[in-house]
Nanobody, 120 residues
């Protein structure tokens, strides 16, 4: 069973920065794409940023130029550096990983979520 453990959320003032981390642990062959999603109250979950195992990235238009996703394949960890935060960035942030298993088809695993609150 693969687990994703997130950390780094919190309360920050508008214009501030936070760094989220998500580490995958368990038994698996590899982790393909990893990403961050967010869900604000009353809204659908949306993609924030995604990164492949080779380092290709894509971002939501709303965070381009402010957020940076990166990963450490040796540690099976993905990071999200969030700068110039705005109140609209307030949401629960979820880590996602595409798990390549030894014994089953690839599947998605989600973290438990971490709250990010940006005050104006």
């Amino acid at each position: 069973q693969v687990q994703l453990v997130e950390s780094g959320g919190g309360l920050v003032q508008s214009g501030g920065s936070l760094r989220l981390s998500c580490a995958a642990s368990g038994i698996f062959f590899s982790i393909a794409a990893m990403g961050w999603y967010r869900q604000a109250p009353g809204k659908q979950r949306e993609l924030v940023a995604k990164i492949t195992s080779s380092g290709s990235t894509n971002y939501a238009d709303s965070v381009k130029g402010r957020f940076t996703i990166s990963r450490d394949n040796a540690k099976n960890t993905v990071y999200l550096q969030m700068n110039s935060l705005k109140p609209d960035d307030t949401a629960v942030y979820y880590c996602n990983a595409r798990v390549i298993s030894y014994s089953s088809a690839p599947y998605d695993r989600w973290g438990q979520g971490t709250q990010v609150t940006v005050s104006s």
